[in-house]
């Protein structure tokens, strides 16, 4: 028989990964029409920075990150992430026969070298697996991919509401030795629930290496109809800029199920606004988002609702709860 040079061997080995790869990755379940905000879990098999992980996921503001990691500001894109330290990762997600998958983004651009296994089982750390890729890219045949070739990458995602509860849906990819109530005990949500949103009997369909749906408790806020973050829901332990980078929205879910916003007077990069606008509470001159006055035993708050091409919208409210009982 003769010699079968490196090349052929690299092939071999790609083409055997590529049929023998597991494709129990379960669909997300997603009912809800429109467009939402989600998060997935990215351990990469190497270390990288968040600059390199930006690059990744094709998210332009390193803030969205951040935020979703309850980073400081201050932290920079040049950053180091460890080998298998998870980052989560903020996407749009949006329904579609019934399930979730991330929208538009993120494209990655075929390398030498890559499968679409070993982009689907590495690059993207088994976020996805290879034949949801190749649905998504309608890929006529798995084994042939060109170098440039731009790749969409359907990210599992959801929007729907869990038991009437908001809450943001997290893509976590499930560590060996995990169980059903290590992973509820960790993200701070049940046995049962996880079983109902992913269709597991047991641990024994829970599967290492591959993701599964993880309700996050969120906070909301009174946006109005006509802004466009309606709808803003943030998970609990992190914050997200909004109003074009004019307030910053943070979510502590054990104090109040109330985004708890603040203006930012600095002007910030990629704000579409050369100045962030007024934040003055309608009625109030000397009341701006996030503060509040007392009066008596009643209390004023002004409360973030929103914001236009021009303005920052706000909501007054009244709390009497404090005052004694007739």
Known sequence: MGCVNQVQILILLSLSSLFFSSSTAQNFKCNTPGICSALVGYAPHNITSLSDILNLFNIKNLRDVLGANNLPLTTPKNYTVEAKKTIKIPIS????????????????????????????????????????????????????????????????????????????????????GSTLKSIAKEFGTDEDTLKKINDIADDSKLFADQPIDVPLKACNSSIKSESPDNGLRVATGTYVFTANDCVKCTCDYASSTTLQCEHIQLKLANSKWDTCPAAQCEGSKSLSIGNYTTNGCNRTTCTYAGYTDQKILTITTVDTSTCPSK
């Open 93 to 176: 997600c949006r329904c579609s026969n019934g399930t979730g998958v991330s929208y538009n983004r993120p494209v990655y651009t075929v390398k030498k070298n890559d499968t679409l296994f070993l982009i689907a089982s590495e690059v993207f750390s088994g976020l996805v697996v290879y034949e949801k890729i190749v649905e998504a890219n309608k890929i006529p045949n798995a084994n042939v991919i060109e170098i440039g070739q731009n790749l969409t990458i359907p990210l599992p995602c959801s929007c729907d509401d869990v038991d009437g509860d908001k809450v943001v849906h997290y893509a976590h990819v499930v560590q060996s």
